[in-house]
């Protein structure tokens, strides 16, 4: 069965997002990579030669792209198979966004849960090139 495997990054709104990424990379070490990415490098439990990364990620305050949501943050959760999971929410009745968009690191894809937050989903390539 089709099913989240992990988070895949955590998104969130704020006021001054340079100022706050300064003040967590002099604070508590979380430096980003020229591209402004933080990625948290890992390898999987079960195939060592697996590679992954999970995003963190602060977007300005008025950023729409966590829209149609409200809240002021977005978890990107990665999964093992975006189409079946996609077929399988959208018989369930959850609202799907019908975009897909493919990178060379994934697929992505965008649901709302019931409480009107968008959740970011995000199937990686096979093993996905480090920053």
Do not use: C
């Not at 709104?13 to 430096?31: S, T």
């Not at 399988?88 to 690191?105: I, K, N, Q, S, T």
Request: glycine share 6%; charged share 35%; aromatic share 12%.
């Amino acid at each position: 069965m089709a099913r989240v495997t992990g988070i895949g990054g955590v998104f969130f709104k704020a006021r001054d997002p340079d100022r706050l990424i300064d003040w967590y990379r002099d604070r508590l070490g979380i430096a980003p990579a020229e591209d402004g990415n933080v990625a948290f490098h890992w390898r999987e439990s079960d195939d060592p030669d697996r590679r992954g990364r999970t995003i963190w990620a602060p977007f300005p305050s008025d950023t729409q792209y966590f829209e149609p949501s409200t809240a002021p943050f977005m978890i990107n959760y990665r999964v093992d198979d975006l189409d079946a999971l996609l077929e399988r929410l959208r018989a369930a009745g959850v609202e799907v966004d019908d975009r897909v968009e493919e990178y060379d690191y994934g697929r992505f894809a965008w649901v709302m849960d019931p409480e009107g937050n968008r959740i970011e989903l995000w199937q990686p390539t096979e093993n996905p090139p480090h920053d």
